[in-house]
């Protein structure tokens, strides 16, 4: 079975802090990586995309992939009450079709 | 801007009702998938298609089926509805060449 595996949280974070969000995957094949935000209710939003080894910076958003590890982070800098949200890691593994497997999530509260 | 839309934000239906989810986008996406959503489950992947009339099971396609006569129209059916299938229905597109995956904005169905 292909996973991918978050910590479920809560993370809780002050403002102004760095939120930092963990994703392992089990498909050493994996190509493509994939952060998505998703508030209560709402459906889920694309908010960052990686595809090689590295750091990937977005304004106040990092993506960090390392293929090695089979390990993927999104960090939020300078974390805001608005960034409270669950935190989806999606991977497109190699399957041959492009289909995404999602972790179940992490829960970010960033407090006032 | 992609926009992907679902026919229902809300929807209440009978045990044994025949069920019909309806999801378009207006970008000429190839893919488009129907995921369901549930708590401490994540989201899981029912089917998906990559191009008209052509479908392809995920990995819980008990219980659905799928149509998909125009690019642009992807619709799930529930043959004959269950309260285990009281859930959030999210309907998503991606071009061909992109793995970028766009949501609607979900169907929460509730089946008494």
Known sequence: ?112 | DVKVTQSSRYLVKRTGEKVFLECVQDMDHENMFWYRQDPGLGLRLIYFSYDVKMKEKGDIPEGYSVSREKKERFSLILESASTNQTSMYLCASSPLLKREQYFGPGTRLTVT
């Open chain 1, 1 to 112: 079975q292909k996973e991918v595996e978050q910590n479920s949280g809560p993370l809780s974070v002050p403002e102004g802090a760095i939120a930092s969000l963990n994703c392992t995957y089990s498909d050493r094949g994996s190509q493509s990586f994939f952060w998505y935000r998703q508030y209560s209710g709402k459906s889920p939003e694309l908010i960052m995309s990686i595809y090689s080894n590295g750091d990937k910076e977005d304004g106040r958003f990092t993506a960090q992939l390392n293929k090695a590890s089979q390990y993927v982070s999104l960090l939020i800098r300078d974390s805001q009450p608005s960034d409270s949200a669950t935190y989806l890691c999606a991977v497109m593994m190699n399957s041959g079709y492009s289909t995404l497997t999602f972790g179940k999530g992490t829960m970010l509260l960033v407090s006032p």
